[in-house]
């Protein structure tokens, strides 16, 4: 396996018999996912996509990797939360946080349409100056207000600096199959397109179309991040006593009966921060329901030792920690000896840094539990394309099963509809005008 649960530093935490006694409930839930008669059971792709993906669009997406690779020094993905979330957290994982600075024959990637900063646009606008760009866009609909501004700005971008007929071959949609405004205008256009699956909710959506293309942009494997998600789709179907994401849903729920309000998912290599952004979104927006849910927070560690450790260590005993143990890193560093041990760390050389930073892994997760806070250990064999997926697919099913125990639609998200609406309303959206007259009148 590429991933195994370790509930070792659990002791003190967690009765005999509490793994025992929510089993039940815990395969309960999986039946109902399984059997596809639960909330929200309409957007359920994702849960055989590892195997029943659509191949021919698979080998079409590698296509349109390769050209982009062959036309572009800069790569604009344009989407907001699921749309972009999972792509650039798996290429920051796979690659490195500093893709862009590498020396590679792949583009430079920029992330567009997650947020409305004038600032920002313009920085990346700038980036782009003489440089040759594609741009991968990804909407449903292409009416979302983030992506839909940022699509504006950089389609006319392509069309004067290429003409219109060359900034068609640099533009790749990622949107719904049959419907909705980038749909058609990718029709009109004469766009590439590929699918979001109608059966797949954006924040399950990265082994779609909506991931794969930027991630195999930016030269991974995506036959190997698939082969991995297929192999923990098979894995996690086995009963309970012997599947790990099935615990791992059934502990958080356990924590959260016991009053815990937090899940801090915490990792010791830099590279995994977008990866804890996705888990944030996964959670976040699939549990926070019905005034229920753990809230989903993360911390790079040992760097967020030196800002939050105080507060786990000594502050309100409101969570617990997912600690992601991962065994064997890209790259390691050998410490050598100084002469004048200057810094007293002479005691450290001889042996290589990833040493060091696992007796931090260890030293804090004693102390943690030690101070009362539990701690659950994923650890992971490495970070290639392989054991991402099976983590993609970990968390994606366990976050399912945990909905589903909790009483909620793990699929929907219906309070993510307010803001847009008071939005659209100061904005002056039309339809929204008695509304907008109410809010401002709020607002002064």
């Given at each position: 396996?590429?991933?195994?649960?370790?509930?070792?530093?659990?002791?003190?935490?967690?009765?005999?018999?509490?793994?025992?006694?929510?089993?039940?409930?815990?395969?309960?839930?999986?039946?109902?996912?399984?059997?596809?008669?639960?909330?929200?059971?309409?957007?359920?792709?994702?849960?055989?996509?590892?195997?029943?993906?659509?191949?021919?669009?698979?080998?079409?997406?590698?296509?349109?990797?390769?050209?982009?690779?062959?036309?572009a020094d800069v790569l604009i993905v344009i989407g907001i939360g699921g749309s972009y979330l999972g792509a650039r957290a798996a290429i920051e994982?796979?690659?490195?946080?500093?893709?862009?600075?590498?020396?590679?024959?792949?583009?430079?990637?920029?992330?567009?349409?997650?947020?409305?900063?004038?600032?920002?646009?313009?920085?990346?606008?700038?980036?782009?100056?003489?440089?040759?760009?594609?741009?991968?866009?990804?909407?449903?609909?292409?009416?979302?207000?983030?992506?839909?501004?940022?699509?504006?700005?950089?389609?006319?971008?392509?069309?004067?600096?290429?003409?219109?007929?060359?900034?068609?071959?640099?533009?790749?949609?990622?949107?719904?199959?049959?419907?909705?405004?980038?749909?058609?205008?990718?029709?009109?256009?004469?766009?590439?397109?590929?699918?979001?699956?109608?059966?797949?909710?954006?924040?399950?959506?990265?082994?779609?179309?909506?991931?794969?293309?930027?991630?195999?942009?930016?030269?991974?494997?995506?036959?190997?991040?698939?082969?991995?998600?297929?192999?923990?789709?098979?894995?996690?179907?086995?009963?309970?006593?012997?599947?790990?994401?099935?615990?791992?849903?059934?502990?958080?729920?356990?924590?959260?009966?016991?009053?815990?309000?937090?899940?801090?998912?915490?990792?010791?290599?830099?590279?995994?921060?977008?990866?804890?952004?996705?888990?944030?979104?996964?959670?976040?927006?699939?549990?926070?329901k019905d005034n229920k849910g753990l809230f989903p927070s993360s911390a790079i560690f040992s760097t967020d030792l030196h800002s939050m450790g105080?507060?786990?260590?000594?502050?309100?005993?409101?969570?617990?920690?997912?600690?992601?143990?991962?065994?064997?890193?890209?790259?390691?560093?050998?410490?050598?000896?100084?002469?004048?041990?200057?810094?007293?760390?002479?005691?450290?050389?001889?042996?290589?840094?990833?040493?060091?930073?696992?007796?931090?892994?260890?030293?804090?997760?004693?102390?943690?539990?030690?101070?009362?806070?539990?701690?659950?250990?994923?650890?992971?064999?490495?970070?290639?394309?392989?054991?991402?997926?099976?983590?993609?697919?970990?968390?994606?099913?366990?976050?399912?099963?945990?909905?589903?125990?909790?009483?909620?639609?793990?699929?929907?998200?219906?309070?993510?509809?307010?803001?847009?609406?008071?939005?659209?309303?100061?904005?002056?959206?039309?339809?929204?005008?008695?509304?907008?007259?109410?809010?401002?009148?709020?607002?002064?």
């Amino acid at each position: 396996m590429a991933l195994k649960l370790n509930t070792s530093y659990l002791s003190g935490f967690l009765g005999d018999e509490e793994l025992k006694g929510i089993a039940v409930q815990t395969e309960a839930a999986a039946k109902v996912l399984h059997d596809k008669n639960g909330l929200g059971s309409d957007f359920l792709g994702w849960l055989t996509l590892p195997t029943d993906y659509d191949k021919e669009e698979f080998a079409r997406i590698k296509e349109a990797a390769a050209r982009i690779k062959a036309q572009a020094d800069v790569l604009i993905v344009i989407g907001i939360g699921g749309s972009y979330l999972g792509a650039r957290a798996a290429i920051e994982l796979l690659k490195s946080p500093f893709y862009n600075n590498m020396k590679k024959d792949t583009p430079d990637i920029y992330y567009v349409g997650n947020n409305i900063s004038p600032t920002y646009l313009n920085e990346v606008l700038s980036i782009c100056e003489g440089r040759d760009i594609a741009v991968n866009v990804i909407s449903k609909s292409g009416t979302t207000t983030e992506p839909a501004l940022a699509f504006r700005i950089f389609k006319k971008l392509l069309e004067d600096k290429y003409g219109k007929d060359e900034a068609k071959k640099r533009i790749y949609c990622t949107t719904d199959k049959a419907r909705g405004t980038l749909k058609n205008l990718a029709d009109a256009e004469g766009y590439e397109s590929f699918v979001i699956p109608d059966d797949v909710g954006g924040r399950f959506s990265v082994l779609t179309a909506v991931g794969l293309l930027p991630i195999a942009a930016a030269g991974c494997d995506i036959d190997k991040l698939m082969a991995g998600a297929a192999a923990a789709q098979k894995a996690y179907t086995a009963p309970f006593a012997e599947n790990d994401c099935y615990k791992y849903a059934a502990l958080r729920n356990i924590f959260y009966r016991k009053g815990k309000a937090v899940e801090m998912v915490v990792s010791y290599d830099p590279s995994m921060a977008m990866m804890n952004e996705w888990y944030k979104q996964l959670y976040g927006e699939s549990e926070g329901k019905d005034n229920k849910g753990l809230f989903p927070s993360s911390a790079i560690f040992s760097t967020d030792l030196h800002s939050m450790g105080q507060y786990i260590q000594d502050g309100a005993r409101l969570l617990f920690e997912t600690v992601i143990d991962i065994k064997k890193p890209k790259q390691d560093l050998f410490l050598e000896a100084d002469a004048e041990n200057a810094d007293g760390l002479n005691f450290l050389t001889g042996q290589n840094m990833s040493v060091v930073n696992r007796r931090a892994l260890e030293g804090t997760i004693l102390a943690h539990t030690e101070g009362g806070v539990p701690n659950i250990v994923l650890e992971l064999d490495d970070t290639a394309e392989e054991t991402l997926g099976w983590l993609i697919y970990f968390f994606e099913k366990a976050c399912a099963v945990s909905g589903y125990m909790l009483g909620v639609n793990p699929f929907n998200q219906p309070g993510v509809e307010s803001y847009k609406k008071n939005m659209f309303a100061l904005l002056g959206k039309p339809g929204y005008e008695d509304m907008k007259a109410a809010l401002e009148a709020k607002l002064h």
